[in-house]
């Protein structure tokens, strides 16, 4: 199927491409998307559903839903229900677009969230994911929220899974714990860029919530971590929940990373319990004598069980460095 904004494709826009395919397919379907801003509020519940952009740079997926944004019943949006794109079906696949909530500041807003994903072998190659505060969500949701009685969103009150997301040569950008979730994911060769809040502290990169007795939460290799901030005013994550697990492997750092590089969002016990590891981390952000001694520096043996095949196999194997959607 062909999306194209002036009519001369399949269909106008990306939802009703989504929307033509059966409910109970399960082969894949290949959708191409012909350069063009499509202001849409993407909802993708079916599997195996592949979506091919014309050029990253050109082929935009935007929508500027924020936390602080009200229904009409008065009610606020929250996180989770914020989002841009939103992802549950399985085995899906994304390359050559770029996704953004338009939002604006986190300080103005709230949480605008670019991409909610909460698939499992989902694969995002190429691609640019754009925002401020919370761009990124890696499902599921946690046990329970720590302040009131849910989340809110399109995942509350339905089953939690372990699921799994490769990421490959792709642009993340945002400031405020833009990186946060649950899932076990692989960020491969891509830039992850630290926007300028113009504070003493800019950010936090990633807000990981693993579960309990989850082997691997976010790991990054072969990353560039880039910003346009003061030296020294980002962090590369606190945790979430208490369990969080976050590696950084061959990673670029900038001068923007604090020395102390970790943050314990004020849950003295989650340093007992969080793993937040690095190896042969470089640049001028990477500081690693000067870290927060309650994190690791892997040694050359212990950094071998980091490979994607390793992170992502589960039960099944997965191995997303086999599956292609190049065109």
């Known amino acids: 199927m062909i999306v194209c904004k002036d009519g001369s494709g399949d269909f106008k826009t990306i939802q009703e491409a989504i929307n033509s395919i059966p409910d109970n397919s399960n082969e894949k379907v290949t959708i191409y998307i ?3 801003v499509y202001k849409e509020k993407l909802h993708i519940t079916k599997p195996y559903v592949i979506l091919i952009g014309e050029s990253t740079e050109k082929t935009i997926i935007t929508f500027d839903d924020y936390a602080n944004k009200l229904f009409p019943n008065g009610e606020k949006y929250r996180t989770f229900n914020s989002y841009t794109v939103f992802i549950s079906g399985d085995n899906f696949t994304a390359q050559n677009i770029t996704i953004e909530n338009s939002a604006g500041s986190g300080d103005v807003v ?10 499992d072998k989902a694969i995002f190659k190429k691609c640019k994911f754009l925002g401020q505060q919370d761009t990124i969500f890696t499902g599921p949701l946690p046990p329970k929220p720590i302040e009131g009685n849910d989340f809110g969103g399109p995942m509350e009150g339905k089953p939690r899974r372990n699921v799994r997301q490769y990421f490959e040569q792709c ?4 400031d405020i714990d833009f990186i946060f979730g649950s899932s076990t994911v692989v960020f491969n ?7 300028d809040k113009d504070k003493p502290i800019n950010g936090y990169i990633t807000a990981a919530s693993t579960p309990e007795g989850l082997d691997f939460g976010y790991v990054f290799i072969d990353c560039k971590l880039t910003s346009n901030a003061k030296k ?4 590369l994550g606190r945790p979430w929940r208490d369990y969080a697990k976050t590696a950084f492997i061959n ?13 314990n969002w004020d849950k003295k016990q989650a340093e007992n319990l969080v793993s937040y590891v690095e190896y042969n981390s470089y640049g001028p952000g990477a500081t690693l004598d000067k870290r927060a001694q309650w994190t690791k520096v892997l040694s050359r043996e212990s950094v071998a069980i980091y490979s994607i095949s390793n992170v992502l196999s589960g039960n099944d194997n997965w191995n997303p460095i086999d599956s292609s959607c190049e065109v």
């Open 251 to 263: 990673c670029y750092m900038g001068k923007h990373i604090i020395n102390e590089g970790w943050h």
């Open 171 to 174: 642009y993340i950008e945002g």
């Open 189 to 195: 060769k891509c830039e992850v860029f630290s926007l």
């Open 232 to 235: 020294e005013t980002v962090y």
């Open 34 to 36: 012909k350069d063009g």
């Open 110 to 119: 709230g949480q605008a969230v670019a991409l909610y994903v909460d698939s």
